[in-house]
């Protein structure tokens, strides 16, 4: 399939390996740039310790837009270390012959480095044009510049190549009528109002999160770029690394009970026993009471004094419990997150109800006990569902805030104990209570990081375990292997 592609690949391949040079060649990276005739060389050692993006001298040319330079450098250096990840996962997979991964690798390369590479060239005009001081040129980001320019145009090339020798549909370009070109107009006028709302409330607050976590910002100050040193400060401060325990402690009991008890109740629910709708209200209904009035609820059931739950005690001898005390806490929250757990219920109800019956049937003509029911056609066939609710679970349980500060206080700056005290609770008082807005927005994007690698590893492993009643799995691995067979052999 890519006999002739192959070249273009390689060339494709070999010049990306070639910005990897300005790792070791300070002259050339792309994200030092030399004032007043420093040499970017020897200031190279204190640019990886400060982050800066440009030579220490940058910070007294009061007239070279100071504030710009110190938001942008430490983010423009974030991108250029992404550009060299993706080079070197390029160069990894065109070496394993995977020229499809290798091929998308190279092009979203090359526009990473055009788009970053370009923004340092034209700082660097920009700022020769309107202050007139005397800037050594960014030679690195020129450097790169020119050679992803060259790879997206070969990258251009490559694709021609690959749509002449494969005659799939997929490469085949659609024609378009006019009405459908009509259609398309009217379908995007309608939709823009959406995304635009979207790039405006939910993009740029995103994008100020991102340079604000480099800044040394408190909410009133002018702020000064920081690098990278919140960032580092996260991960050396002991609290953060407790709070991120805390965290994922909780969230190894929260997510696993939530999923075993919305299967359970869920097939408990899904018979035709007369009330079971009142029961199945009942039991989602804790899914919708707000977090601030369930913790509340829930801090009045435990009181040590009057509880309703050391009341209950009492009534079979057991003496008072502190239940919102340094030891009791954690054990308090499990409760209280167990008990509203099971808001997947619906779901999972909906999922047995559209179990074929049939199924049942045939299992029990051949023997199969109820058990092996369960495991062999009730799990399979409601594992999509599982999936989904795994995923949610999983955001959920990393953002756990209001439930154990309600049950420490009636107010948001209420602090838990140490055994209730989760990452977003040590971001609330990091950004609101210490105004440290730099760090503790350095620790959202932490927090993130955590989500997304943790949601990505239940998608790589979903393969293994989530059902498809349209393509079996066993059939899927022998179409990708053969697939594989048939690009490696070409």
């Keep these: 399939m890519f006999k002739k592609a ?8 070999g010049l990306l390996v070639l910005c990897l040079i300005t790792i070791v060649v300070p002259i050339l990276n792309p994200v030092v740039i030399s004032v007043n005739d420093c040499n970017p060389t020897q200031w190279f050692v204190s640019l ?9 001298p940058i910070n007294n040319q009061a007239s070279l837009h100071v504030e710009f330079v110190s938001f942008f450098m430490p983010f423009g250096v974030l991108i250029f270390l992404t550009f060299y990840g993706f080079v070197i996962v390029t160069t990894i997979f065109k070496i394993m012959g995977n020229e499809l991964f290798a091929t998308k690798m190279a092009r979203i390369s090359a526009w990473i480095g055009v788009i970053c590479s370009g923004f340092f060239v034209g700082f660097f005009l920009y700022s020769t044009i309107t202050t007139g001081q005397k800037i050594g040129f960014p030679g690195g980001s020129a450097f ?15 694709k021609k190549q690959m749509e002449a020798e494969d005659t799939r549909a997929r490469h085949l370009k659609t024609i378009f009528t006019k009405s459908q070109k009509r259609e398309a107009i009217i379908f995007y ?6 995304y635009l709302m979207a790039l405006i409330v939910t993009l740029y607050p995103i994008m100020w999160g991102i340079i604000r976590s480099f800044t040394n910002y408190t909410g009133y100050n002018d702020p000064l770029g920081t690098g990278f040193s919140s960032y580092m400060r996260c991960l050396q401060d002991e609290q953060t690394w407790t709070s991120f325990v805390t965290t994922l402690e909780i969230g190894i009991f929260y997510v696993p009970v939530g999923l075993v008890l919305g299967v359970a109740l869920a097939m408990l629910l899904n018979t035709n026993i007369k009330g079971s709708g009142f029961f199945r209200t009942v039991y989602y209904f804790p899914s ?26 009492g009534w079979f001898g057991i003496a008072p419990f502190n239940w919102l005390g340094y030891s009791g806490c954690r054990y308090a929250l499990y409760i209280m997150l167990a008990w509203s757990s099971a808001g997947g219920i619906l779901t999972y109800l909906s999922a047995l109800k559209g179990i074929n019956n049939e199924l049942y049937e045939s299992a029990m003509i051949d023997g199969a006990t109820s058990w092996r029911r369960f495991w062999s056609i009730t799990l399979p ?48 008082q990091q950004i609101f209570t210490n105004q440290r807005f730099g760090f503790g927005l350095a ?4 927090l993130f990081a955590a989500s997304m690698i943790s949601n990505r590893v239940v998608f ?17 691995k022998k179409k990708v292997k053969k697939q594989q067979a048939v690009v490696a052999g070409n």
């Design 288 to 313: 919708i009471i707000p977090g601030v009035a369930s913790g509340l609820m829930w801090r009045m059931l435990f009181a040590q004094n009057g509880g309703a739950i050391n009341t209950m005690l």
């Design 189 to 194: 006028g309608m939709v823009s109002p959406f």
């Design 443 to 446: 620790m959202v994007w932490i």
């Design 381 to 428: 066939m409601i594992s999509s569902t599982l999936f989904y609710n795994l995923v949610t679970g999983l955001i959920a349980a990393w953002q756990i805030y209001a439930q154990p500060v309600f049950l420490a206080g009636a107010t948001l700056l209420t602090v838990p104990f140490t055994p209730n005290y989760t990452f977003v609770v040590q971001i609330y």
């Design 460 to 476: 790589w492993t979903g393969n293994l375990w989530v059902f498809n009643e349209n393509a079996p799995q066993k059939e899927k």
């Design 48 to 56: 990886l310790y400060n982050m800066d993006g440009l030579v220490p």
């Design 144 to 158: 790169i510049l020119v050679i992803t320019i060259a790879v997206l145009v070969l990258a251009r090339r490559h």
């Design 6 to 13: 192959k070249s273009t690949l390689w060339l494709m391949v």
